[in-house]
Nanobody
Framework: QVQFVESGGGLVQPGGSLRLSCAASGIFRLYAMGWYHQAPGKQRELVAR???????YYVDSMKGRFTISRDNGKNTVFLQMNSLKPEDTAVYYCYLSRDSGVAWGQGTQVTVSS
């Protein structure tokens, strides 16, 4: 059974930065991982993803501001978020994509407000 430990969320002012991390355990090979976010009243949306070999993909609105990376030795994925905007406020969920389906982290709240 896959388990996740997410951290790094919080309250930040517009223009500020946060770094999210998500450590997965209970897995025995590398998988594609990534981040979604879900704002109040909205659907969960993809933010960025990274393959086991390090190829990355970003949603257009995040390009240039967010950076996804991973530490394969620790089964951990990171999301460096810079130049944060109020519209980035959401719960951020990490995920891991396996042949048997997607496993989700518990989510971490990010609030961008002055």
């Amino acid at each position: 059974q896959v388990q996740f430990v997410e951290s790094g969320g919080g309250l930040v002012q517009p223009g500020g930065s946060l770094r999210l991390s998500c450590a997965a355990s209970g897995i025995f090979r590398l998988y594609a991982m990534g981040w979604y976010h879900q704002a109040p009243g909205k659907q969960r949306e993809l933010v960025a993803r990274i393959t086991s070999s390090g190829t990355t993909y970003y949603v257009d609105s995040m390009k240039g501001r967010f950076t996804i990376s991973r530490d394969n030795g620790k089964n951990t994925v990171f999301l460096q978020m810079n130049s944060l905007k109020p519209e980035d406020t959401a719960v951020y969920y990490c995920y891991l994509s396996r042949d048997s389906g997607v496993a989700w982290g518990q989510g971490t709240q990010v609030t961008v407000s002055s």
